[in-house]
């Protein structure tokens, strides 16, 4: 049993370790491109309008989690995962690398007692 437990945790570590490698490949790619940065920061019908898509995405995944297909519910992830990349660009964008990984290292810490 702790054999299968194992195995199953490493799977989902593997899977949160994808959605963040997708969200800040996008994140980078959207920061390292001025046209596509300009437009999602310029533009607040867009930038809202992807927030609030987000957002209702993960209302509509929580309720369909258990109905569908472990091939729907990988898809649907790696979707939220490139839509977390879109909007968390301008963050990327707006912080230099010493702060990105200070703050990527101290999301990973975990509390203690």
Do not use: D
């Not at 299968?4 to 370790?17: C, D, I, T």
């Not at 909007?87 to 990973?108: A, C, E, G």
């Amino acid at each position: 049993m702790a054999e299968e437990n194992r195995r199953f945790m490493v799977r989902v570590y593997n899977w949160m370790a994808t959605g963040l490698a997708l969200t800040g490949i996008v994140a980078t790619g959207i920061a390292s491109s001025e046209a596509l940065l300009y437009a999602i920061i310029s533009n607040k019908v867009l930038f809202y309008g992807l927030l609030i898509a987000e957002f209702l995405m993960v209302l509509g995944f929580v309720s369909l989690a258990k109905s569908v297909s472990a091939r729907v519910a990988m898809v649907l992830f790696c979707v939220y995962a490139i839509m977390n990349g879109v909007t968390f660009s301008p963050i990327h964008f707006s912080r230099n690398r010493f702060t990105q990984f200070l703050s990527s290292f101290l999301l990973t810490l975990e509390p203690t007692n």
